[in-house]
C-alpha cells in the first residue's frame, strides 16, 4: 500500500512539472497527495464502527413467581379421614400455637422452652396435608421466637414435604394484640387459637373459629362460628 501511494505521489509530481502554468491548484494536488498518504486503510474502518454501536446484552427474564404449596391430600389413616372430612373447601388454615401444639400458653414460658404436644402434633400434621397451615406465635423476642422454631424443627414439623410446614409460614408477634392483624392479613378460612381473648377480637372477622381450652369438657361446644374443644385432637373426633 506504501508503494503504491509513493508511485502516486511522483505521477502528481511529474504532472505539475509538465502542466502548464496555473493548469492545475499545487495546493489542492499536493493536499490530496497528503491526505492519500496518512489516510488508514478504509478496511478497518467497518470494524470500529461495528464496535462501537455493539447491541447491549439482553436482561434478563424476572423470575417466576413461586408456585402455592400443593396439597398433599389426606392420609388413610382415621385421624387423615376426620381432618379431611372437618376441614373441607378450608383451602388455608391459621393456628395460634401457645396452648394448641405447645404446652406453654405465655411468653414468658416460652423464654425458657417450648414443649410440643405429641397427639396436637399428628393433627397439624394431617393439617398441613390438606391445607395451607400459617403457624402464629406470641413471643417476647427473638429468644422466643428461636426457642419455638428449635421446639418445631425437632418435632419435624418444619419443611417442604407431604405434612410438613413451610418454615416462613411460622410467624412471630411480640404482642397478643399483634397477632389479630396477622391473622386477619391472612384472612384464614379457619383460626385455631388457645386464647378467648383473640377469638372474641377475630369472631367477627372470619368465617371460623376454634377455641380449645382444656375446661371445655369432652363433647366441646360454642355458638356461632367459633366451635370449642378441650384440645386440637378432640375437635376432629379421633
Do not use: W
Request: charged share 15%; glycine share 12%; net charge neutral.
Amino acid at each position: 500500500m506504501a508503494s503504491g501511494l509513493a508511485g502516486l505521489c511522483n505521477k502528481l509530481v511529474q504532472l505539475l512539472q509538465t502542466a502548464p502554468r496555473g493548469a492545475l491548484s499545487i495546493t489542492g494536488i499536493l493536499g490530496l497527495a497528503l491526505l492519500l498518504g496518512r489516510a488508514p486503510p478504509s478496511s478497518t474502518a467497518p470494524a470500529v464502527a461495528a464496535s462501537r454501536h455493539t447491541a447491549p446484552a439482553s436482561s434478563p427474564a424476572p423470575s417466576a413467581s413461586p408456585a402455592p404449596r400443593a396439597s398433599a391430600g389426606a392420609s388413610a389413616t382415621p385421624l387423615g379421614r376426620a381432618v379431611a372430612a372437618q376441614l373441607a373447601g378450608a383451602k388455608r388454615v391459621t393456628l395460634s400455637l401457645p396452648g394448641v401444639l405447645l404446652a406453654e400458653s405465655s411468653p414468658a414460658q416460652l423464654q425458657e422452652s417450648a414443649s410440643v404436644r405429641p397427639e396436637a402434633l399428628e393433627a397439624v400434621r394431617e393439617m398441613a396435608r390438606v391445607s395451607d397451615v400459617y403457624l402464629v406465635a406470641h413471643v417476647e423476642d427473638d429468644v422466643g421466637e428461636a426457642v419455638v422454631a428449635g421446639a418445631l424443627e425437632a418435632a419435624g414439623l418444619l419443611g417442604g414435604g407431604p405434612g410438613q410446614v413451610a418454615p416462613h409460614h411460622v410467624l412471630c408477634c411480640s404482642t397478643l394484640d399483634g397477632k389479630v392483624p396477622i391473622v386477619r392479613q391472612l384472612d384464614p378460612d379457619l383460626h385455631v387459637d388457645g386464647h378467648v381473648v383473640s377469638v372474641d377480637e377475630l369472631k367477627r372477622f372470619l368465617p371460623r373459629l376454634l377455641l380449645v381450652r382444656e375446661d371445655a369438657g369432652s363433647g366441646g361446644g360454642g355458638s356461632g362460628n367459633v366451635g370449642v374443644a378441650p384440645s386440637l385432637r378432640a375437635f376432629f373426633g379421633a
